[in-house]
């Protein structure tokens, strides 16, 4: 039995994390309306219009104190600013989502996963090993069918975030907890 205050520390508080892109207003608006249009093809449920990202890396239950080595990782990522054309309705029938993409992806979106991955890689950190697939899931449980064409969404990268997801009954909660600007030179090591 380990008296108050004895030796034995506490496990560390984890957070679930990934690094996305996240909307602006105008971009979001676009999105939701695809969704909605997508959903009167394949049914399912829709994303909530808040929700909506592109996940760079998913890094899952984290130790709250490795926060600031995240941090560190995303300060030495320096790519330039691009315009990510989502002109590609999807569904994939393993998990039933219906999705939106593009049908040709800018190099400066790969340059920022591969950056982010390596930092995050040489932290320690896991990084998946799977090619990278820019997509931004609209709706789940899904029946899909024939792929629609659709009005492309015009997305303006202009940075990337760190976001924390909060999961209970009602689904997933994001909270966008730390965004950096892309365009700027890496932070000296």
Avoid at 149 to 175: K, M
Wanted: charged fraction near 25%; proline fraction near 8%.
């Amino acid at each position: 039995m380990t008296e108050p205050g004895g030796n034995e520390s506490p496990e560390p508080a984890t957070l679930r994390l990934f690094f996305a892109l996240w909307p602006d207003e105008a971009t979001r608006d676009a999105l939701n309306r695809t969704g909605k249009w997508l959903h009167q093809h394949w049914g399912g449920r829709r994303m909530r219009a808040e929700t909506v990202h592109i996940t760079l890396a998913f890094l899952g239950e984290t130790p709250s104190g490795r926060l600031d080595d995240l941090v560190a990782c995303a300060e030495n990522v320096g790519t330039d600013v691009y315009d990510l054309i989502l002109d590609q309705a999807g569904y994939w029938r393993h998990n039933r989502i219906g999705w939106l993409g593009a049908s040709e992806t800018p190099p400066q979106h790969f340059d920022l996963v591969r950056a982010l991955a390596t930092g995050l890689q040489q932290a320690g950190f896991p990084v998946d090993a799977r090619p990278h697939v820019p997509h931004v899931t609209l709706l789940r449980n899904s029946r899909g069918g024939e792929v629609p064409a659709c009005t492309p969404v015009v997305w303006p990268i202009r940075e990337f975030v760190l976001v924390q997801s909060d999961l209970d009954a009602d689904g997933a909660h994001y909270e966008v907890i730390r965004r950096w600007e892309l365009g700027r030179p890496p932070r000296e090591a």
